[in-house]
């Protein structure tokens, strides 16, 4: 994948590769989380906004992932 020339936009997808395999960020009350494997889930809060996500995911970076859960909650993965 070509690295993005936005800094905020690069920094988020460094970010979501050092995360780890099955991550990918999620936005529940306004907030950006990194949600990680396990059980229970592991959320871990970032300092991006939901416009940060929004341009990640019309630059292409990341790919929208339905997670099960009666909240029915999206989770964004890298492409």
Do not use: F
């Amino acid at each position: 994948m070509a690295k993005p020339t936005d800094p905020t936009l690069n920094q988020m997808v460094s970010d979501l590769e050092a995360a780890g395999e099955n991550c990918g960020y999620m936005c529940a009350n306004h907030v950006v989380w990194i949600r990680g494997p396990g059980s229970p889930y592991t959320d871990t809060p970032t300092l991006y906004t939901e416009e940060d996500l929004s341009a990640a995911i019309e630059a292409g970076l990341l790919l929208e992932q339905k997670v099960l859960s009666e909240k029915g909650w999206t989770c964004y993965v890298l492409v």
